[in-house]
């Protein structure tokens, strides 16, 4: 078997390098850029790794890590999920100034890749500058405040550990399912180790975000509902955007003559002036749309999860045998 003998660090940059994915038509790579603030934890190895590949994975210095990382959640955003970038911190507040950012990836589903430098796994130098020390518990470190708020975690304790690891983290971030953010504690020794990777786990891999299919009994349900309703009314959220899915949900609102209200992540689904367009709806919303929502007897909520911004916390909607279909 073909090997390549590389850093821990200079691995992550090069398996980064080969994932691809395909944008309108256009084959591009999945990792747009990095944002970094590079100190103790992230300098010496991580750093290094990515300065000699500067053209292919440009990296930018930030100001201030949350700032950074929050950049970075509106790229992937902007992007609607199908490119991806990644914010790298020192250890200690650095790293923790990143958990906010993590959070509204989080919530908004939104893929994001973090690289937090962490304390040496050997322990030997233990204290270091900036180190959490919990007294009864050597393994936690500040990495741990991002278990609750990321997708997937996880703490690089061999070199041959990301041969596992960095498949799993994009596969969480590609997926519709259980897209958001990504995040991985990098030891500094760990970092610096050298590994025997296999060459073909750096070969050049196009990915697709995945589109599964409803199962076509609860579309005939669906379908039926919507069919019997006298005031239907369609909810977009987020999702159609992300799913590409406005030219169809326009059409089929069109066809329909059903009102389409929006949530604020949906924001834009359809254009002010279409005939269909009957607002925001919820808290923030128009006394239009809220009005639609309260006599409406079938809903159907489209990339949307109902949060109670929406609902107005299950206000907004007056009929008593209101029935939704969620999307």
Known sequence: M?????????AIVKWLLAQRTAVEGEELPIFA?????FGHGNVTCLAEALQPVQEELPTWR???EQSMALAAVAYGKAMRGRRIMIATSSIGPGSTNMVTAAAVAHANRVPLLLFSGDTFAHRIVDPVLQQVEVFDNPTVTVT????????????????EQIIQSLPQALAVMLDPATRGPAFFSLPQDIQAEAYDYPARFFEPRVHYIRRPGPDPRDVDAAAEMLSGADKPLIIAGGGVGYSGAVEALTDFAERRAIPVVETVAGKSTLVHDHPNYAGPIGVTGSAAANKVAEDADVVLAVGTRLQDFTTGSWSVFKNPNVRFVSV
């Open 33 to 37: 850029g990095v944002f970094g603030i």
């Open 2 to 10: 073909e090997t390549v003998r590389l850093t821990t660090a200079q």
């Open 62 to 64: 930030g100001h201030n």
């Open 144 to 159: 741990d405040a991002f278990r609750p708020v990321c997708r997937y975690w996880d703490r690089i304790g061999r070199p």
